[in-house]
């Protein structure tokens, strides 16, 4: 089945970097866009970007623009986010997904409007000084 391991989270200064990584298993992993969402304390669960199979297209949520890249090695199964110039806001526990997701409230969604439920347990990034 499905497996993916998130890594790479911590606390760091506002103006900091970090890079989250996901390893996965379970499914052919070029034959898939990945995504990543984060869950802010408190909050629901919000997309934060997308890669395609090729890592040719990526999708960023507007906040993030110009400061994370997302990025992907298929020979590795493994799905990158480099965040940087973080700020208090991007504070979350950082999930990955297979296949594109939108998010709403708690849940993320797959097309055709499927619940998506193969998450890992996450990576906690807390911005604060």
């Known amino acids: 089945q499905v497996q993916v391991v998130e890594s790479g989270g911590g606390l760091v200064q506002p103006g900091g970097s970090l890079r989250l990584s996901c390893v996965a298993s379970?499914?052919?992993?070029?034959?898939?866009?990945m995504s990543w969402v984060r869950q802010p304390p408190g909050k629901g669960l919000e997309w934060v970007s997308d890669i395609n199979r090729s890592g040719g297209t990526t999708y960023y949520k507007d906040s993030v623009k110009g400061r994370f890249t997302i990025s992907r090695d298929n020979a590795k199964n493994t799905v990158y986010l480099q965040m940087n110039s973080l700020k208090p806001e991007d504070t979350a526990v950082y999930y990955c997904g297979k296949e594109q997701l939108r998010c709403n409230g708690d849940a993320c969604y797959l097309a055709g409007g499927y619940v998506y439920r193969d998450w890992g347990q996450g990576t906690r990034v807390t911005v604060s000084s």
């Open positions: 379970g499914f052919t992993f070029s034959n898939f866009t």
